[in-house]
């Protein structure tokens, strides 16, 4: 952000720009923001339910957390109105988010293998093989768009022709 704010570009957008801060504190403190990352340990109980963020129930990666939310928001309500509020109750909640639950350990495996990826400059190697391969291609698509689970975007992008593609994507000038 600092970065960003030091371009000259958004430094001419930015009128009074070195009188930020001057006046109000507040002026120049940012938050990046933080994702959830994992399923939140007790996310329903006697009583209560978490949607949403606070519960972890968020597609890691695939930018679609306001969608969770409401989507999460519209389970538990149903739940409450058809089986109530007790933790029992709740289990129906939790079956409902199977979705979500069962996709987040794949989620973990695409943003490892992104973060490791992206260190290792081999991002553009992918989308070179991505020209030549269509199901990573799709694969690739899938991972952001959140139209398929985790689980089918890694079986799609770790098949044997994309391993091929991107081998040769690798080695070829
Ligand atoms: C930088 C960034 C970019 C993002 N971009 C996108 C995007 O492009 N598309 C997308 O779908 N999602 C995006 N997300 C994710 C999305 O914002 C969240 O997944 C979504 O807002 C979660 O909704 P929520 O209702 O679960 O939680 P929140 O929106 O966080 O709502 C929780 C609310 O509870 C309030 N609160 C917290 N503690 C208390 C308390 N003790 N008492 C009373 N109130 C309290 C908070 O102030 C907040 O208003 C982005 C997130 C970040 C950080």
Same mark, same amino acid.
């Given at each position: 952000?600092?970065?960003? $704010?030091?371009?000259?570009?958004?430094?001419? +957008?930015?009128? !009074?720009?070195?009188? &930020?801060?001057?006046?109000?504190?507040? *002026? /120049?403190?940012?938050?990046?923001?933080?994702?959830?990352?994992?399923?939140?340990?007790?996310?329903?109980?006697?009583?209560?339910?978490?949607?949403?963020?606070?519960?972890?129930?968020?597609?890691?990666?695939?930018?679609?957390?306001?969608?969770?939310?409401?989507?999460?928001?519209?389970?538990?309500?149903?739940?409450? $109105?058809?089986?109530?509020?007790?933790?029992? +109750?709740?289990? !129906?909640?939790?079956? &409902?988010?199977?979705?979500?639950?069962? *996709? /987040?350990?794949?989620?973990?495996?695409?943003?490892?293998?992104?973060?490791?990826?992206?260190?290792?400059?081999?991002?553009?190697?992918?989308?070179?093989?991505?020209?030549?391969?269509?199901?990573?291609?799709?694969?690739?698509?899938?991972?952001?768009?959140?139209?398929?689970?985790?689980?089918?975007?890694?079986?799609?992008?770790?098949?044997?022709?994309?391993?091929? +593609?991107?081998?040769?994507?690798?080695?070829?000038?």
């Amino acid at each position: 952000m600092s970065a960003f $704010l030091a371009m000259p570009q958004v430094r001419c +957008a930015l009128p !009074n720009f070195e009188n &930020a801060g001057r006046f109000d504190a507040n *002026d /120049l403190r940012f938050f990046k923001g933080r994702f959830p990352r994992g399923l939140a340990h007790n996310f329903f109980g006697d009583r209560f339910v978490m949607v949403g963020d606070a519960a972890g129930l968020v597609r890691a990666f695939k930018g679609k957390g306001v969608t969770s939310a409401i989507q999460t928001g519209i389970r538990a309500a149903q739940v409450i $109105l058809r089986d109530g509020i007790s933790s029992r +109750a709740f289990q !129906n909640y939790y079956r &409902a988010n199977a979705d979500i639950i069962d *996709d /987040l350990p794949y989620g973990r495996v695409m943003r490892q293998l992104t973060i490791a990826a992206s260190r290792f400059g081999l991002m553009d190697i992918v989308l070179r093989a991505a020209e030549r391969d269509s199901h990573l291609r799709h694969a690739l698509f899938d991972a952001v768009s959140a139209h398929r689970p985790y689980r089918d975007v890694v079986r799609e992008g770790l098949t044997l022709n994309a391993t091929w +593609a991107m081998m040769r994507s690798a080695f070829e000038p």
